[in-house]
């Protein structure tokens, strides 16, 4: 795991897949640059990962163009030529950080945005050796906060609980790196595919130590797309039943 010369914590690669989202991507992206330091003087080390998965509007040239701007060195984008699904490309950008010896991995969907604090709150001075963050996030729809699906949060991770919803947020999850080796998204699923993948590290645990932390905390921004692909599809819900007993 590589320490930031700069503060006494892992480099972070943040992950954000893209697809026909010009015109939310600057809010995600100014999210992440406008990140409090972890203390006055010390900022992390941080590498945004954007995937883009073949977008037909401009997405690309916005974050371009907001790169050559202002002069920012710490965005990596990567075009593809087909489109393959976000899970796709979480899978491309998470291999990417982990070869560029990131040692924490944080979840940023191209439609969200974080509060300033997010980093600083989350990690901190906290001890992340072999820990899964997560947090609620505040939900808005129209620019009208909402609360979509009525998922209630547990205030420790319940496993079982979990088969029931998925509380766990995306664009709220920072992760230890090293936890994320040799496992992937379903690119198979249309949807559901960051369930499928929490599951797969909660069964994990049995085998290694990995500590769920609900950190009580909202620091996310999450945007609510009545055509998005959240409990979007029945078949990939039902696959979950199938794979491991879910009780939807």
Same mark, same amino acid.
């Not at 009545?226 to 819900?237: T, V």
């Given at each position: 795991? +590589? ?6 914590c892992p480099k972070i690669g ?21 990140? +409090? ?7 992390? $080390? ?50 990417? @950080? ?47 906060? !909402? &609360? ?10 319940? $496993? ?14 920072? !992760? ?18 960051? #369930?499928?993948? &929490? #599951? ?27 055509? $998005?692909? @959240?409990g979007k599809s029945d078949k ?8 491991? $007993?879910?009780?939807?």
């Amino acid at each position: 795991m +590589e320490e930031n010369k700069l503060c006494k914590c892992p480099k972070i690669g943040v992950i954000t897949p893209m697809y026909n989202n010009a015109d939310t991507i600057l809010t995600a992206i100014k999210s992440v640059q406008n990140q +409090e330091a972890f203390t006055k003087n010390e900022p992390y $080390g941080i590498t945004h990962y954007i995937y883009d998965d073949f977008s037909t509007d401009n997405s690309v040239g916005v974050v371009v163009d907001f790169i050559i701007k202002n002069n920012i060195s710490n965005i990596k984008i990567f075009p593809n030529q087909e489109n393959k699904g976000q899970s796709n490309a979480r899978n491309v950008l998470i291999k990417k @950080a982990l070869y560029q010896g990131c040692g924490i991995i944080a979840f940023l969907d191209a439609d969200d945005s974080w509060h300033s604090n997010h980093l600083k709150l989350n990690i901190g001075k906290k001890q992340f050796d072999n820990c899964f963050h997560y947090s609620q996030p505040e939900c808005f729809q129209n620019n009208q906060q !909402v &609360w979509p699906m009525n998922i209630p949060i547990p205030k420790t991770f319940d $496993g079982e609980q979990f088969k029931y919803n998925n509380f766990i947020w995306i664009s709220s999850v920072i !992760v230890d790196a090293k936890l994320l080796i040799g496992e992937e998204f379903d690119s198979s699923l249309d949807s559901v595919e960051d #369930w499928d993948f &929490w #599951w797969r590290l909660y069964l994990k645990s049995s085998k290694m130590p990995i500590n769920f932390i609900d950190n009580g905390t909202t620091t996310v921004r999450y945007n609510v797309n009545p055509n $998005g692909q @959240a409990g979007k599809s029945d078949k990939a819900r039902k696959l979950l039943v199938e794979r491991y $007993g879910f009780k939807l």
